[in-house]
């Protein structure tokens, strides 16, 4: 097995997930209707109620989904912690793992992700695709701990 391989961890769709998907094609839907013009995204109520159920999903204590105004295709993760040298092993004391990963309500871990508008509305993207963006940067706030 290739090295790379073992940076991805699949854990399946459940109801949050699926909801969260949900979100991201209405969203989508939106953007499609006003033909690509600038709205606020970012306080619709898909973005927090996907916030909410990444809180759920994955243990943050809060989560931001922002979709930014550049046109560059861009997709990022800023996990919201004080220490980066204590990461590691503070990820791993706070970490619970059960057919997927979650932090531990004490925790307290706050994460942002951040997906341009440039990739969020490129039509050469279907929205699960877009979703497994997300879902990848959102992979990066445990991949120190795995």
């Known amino acids: 097995m290739d090295y790379k391989q073992l940076l991805e961890v699949y854990f399946g769709e459940n109801q949050n997930i699926k909801e969260m998907q949900n979100c991201i094609t209405e969203l989508r839907k939106i953007v499609r209707k006003n033909n690509n013009k600038f709205i606020a995204l970012n306080t619709s109520k898909y973005v927090q109620k996907f916030n909410r159920l990444a809180e759920k999903e994955w243990g943050f204590k809060s989560f931001g989904l922002s979709i930014t105004n550049s046109f560059v295709i861009d997709a990022y ?9 204590m990461l590691t092993k503070w990820q791993q004391k706070n970490l619970l793992v059960s ?17 341009s508008r440039g990739l969020f509305t490129n039509e050469n993207f279907t929205d699960r695709e877009i979703f497994a ?12 701990a795995i």
């Open 99 to 115: 057919n997927g990963f979650k932090y531990k309500p004490e925790a307290n871990y706050c994460a942002c992700v951040y997906i």
């Open 77 to 85: 993760n800023l996990p919201v912690l004080y220490d980066y040298r």
């Open 133 to 144: 963006v997300l879902l990848h940067e959102i992979g990066h706030n445990f991949s120190t």
